[in-house]
Nanobody, 121 residues
Framework: QLVESGGGLVQAGGSLRLSCAAS????????MGWYRQAPGKQRELVAT???????NYVDSVKGRFTISRDNGKSTVYLQMNSLKPDDTAVYYC?????????????????WGQGTQVTVSS
């Protein structure tokens, strides 16, 4: 339902752009976001964006990462600049999606499969 792309290996100071596209029968996509999980650590919120493009970032990425979305393409992006080794993690896309089922609006939370981002020093 959520397919991510754009991860990879980059040197410190470099940039990557992650994409996450939702598919299937979608009535409305509400909040979308990116999370990450480094080895031995808990999954943490990186950034979120509402349907009206209000954004929120974890302090450690403010000024370096930008989250955006294209509602027409059901896609959320994460532009990551000035990457640091501490940004190394598996990045997961998350979306709150409303679908119509049996005449009712049903809202569920979806996760992507994860994409690896590795930043070398």
């Amino acid at each position: 339902q959520l397919v991510e792309s754009g991860g990879g290996l980059v040197q410190a100071g470099g940039s990557l752009r992650l994409s996450c596209a939702a598919s299937g029968s979608i009535f409305r996509i509400n909040d979308m976001g990116w999370y990450r999980q480094a080895p031995g650590k808990q999954r943490e919120l990186v950034a979120t964006i509402t349907r009206t493009a209000s954004t929120n970032y974890v302090d450690s990425v403010k000024g370096r990462f930008t989250i955006s979305r294209d509602n027409g393409k059901s896609t959320v992006y994460l532009q990551m600049n000035s990457l640091k080794p501490d940004d190394t993690a598996v990045y997961y896309c998350n979306a709150d999606i409303t679908r119509i089922s049996g005449g009712y609006a049903v809202t569920n939370d979806y996760w992507g499969q994860g994409t690896q981002v590795t930043v070398s020093s």
